[in-house]
């Protein structure tokens, strides 16, 4: 177990609805014309082949005895349906007006501290992109005390590189 700094646990004791303290980010995505698989399925399994390359992905929080001090982290093993979820649009070819009302409404609501703190929406039925490829919202929430910026850049690295050895 390895214990939260100060700085990292006061984004914890922060933390509200009106003040999440996770960082989100919205990804639109352009599919090769010629794809015809299930991208939800696929990062799920893509996220599966990077979890040992990727430690903020596989802790969870754990309370210190009588919260006489910051909770620690301990390993755990991110259960990938509840962590990479796939939304439907409210109707079929939905514009970004839709995607982001959906994002808007997800963002007030605070990771599940009983569960590493960080979850991936992909969002399916979007309005085809310019020439007519299949597009996909993903939008993506780590929480701030699991990641700092530098430490975001490299799990972005990791989880973006598609070679079989990312480091």
Do not use: C
């Amino acid at each position: 177990m390895k214990q939260l700094a100060g700085l990292d646990a006061s984004f914890l004791y922060l933390e509200t609805p009106e003040m999440p303290m996770h960082v989100g980010a919205l990804h639109v995505l352009e599919l090769p014309k010629s794809y015809r698989g299930d991208y939800l399925a696929e990062l799920r399994d893509h996220i599966a082949s990077r979890l040992p390359l990727t430690p903020a992905l596989r802790r969870r929080l754990v309370a210190m005895p009588l919260n006489l001090a910051n909770p620690g982290w301990i390993d755990a093993d991110p259960d990938l349906d509840e962590h990479i979820v796939g939304i439907r649009l409210p109707k079929k070819n939905s514009g970004m007006a839709e995607l982001e009302a959906q994002v808007a409404a997800l963002h007030p609501v605070l990771l599940d501290r009983d569960r590493p703190l960080w979850k991936f929406h992909v969002f399916e039925g979007l309005e085809p992109g310019p020439d007519g490829e299949k597009r996909i919202g993903l939008y993506t929430q780590v929480h701030h005390a699991a990641v700092d910026g530098q430490a975001a850049v490299a799990l972005a690295a990791v989880l973006f590189d598609l070679g079989p050895d990312s480091q």
